[in-house]
């Protein structure tokens, strides 16, 4: 059985790699406004809205957004970040 993939694949990638041009961190904020800036549809705003506030490497925002991924269980859905 192949798993579905959403026309929204690969977006959160998307906005990883562009939140980290010439940047080594980002904090919650920006994340949100990227996410709200780019019109993502409300599931994939609902992953963002879950990020803790704070301030975050790429690693940890990654490991962030993947562990709000999978406890949805959309992984396969949306793709996982790195």
């Known amino acids: 059985m192949e798993a579905f993939q ?3 694949f690969g977006e959160l990638q998307k906005l990883v790699d562009s939140l980290f041009i ?3 961190t980002v904090d919650r904020l920006n994340v949100v406004v990227q996410a ?3 019109d993502f549809p409300s599931d994939l705003l609902e992953i963002v809205n879950l990020l803790p ?3 975050y490497s790429r690693p940890r925002l990654c490991d962030q957004i993947n562990s709000a991924l999978a ?3 959309w ?3 949306y793709g996982t970040v790195e």
């Open 6 to 8: 959403s026309e929204d």
């Open 22 to 24: 010439g940047r080594k």
């Open 36 to 38: 709200e800036t780019l």
């Open 53 to 55: 506030p704070g301030a």
């Open 71 to 73: 406890a949805h269980g």
């Open 75 to 77: 992984g396969g859905l």
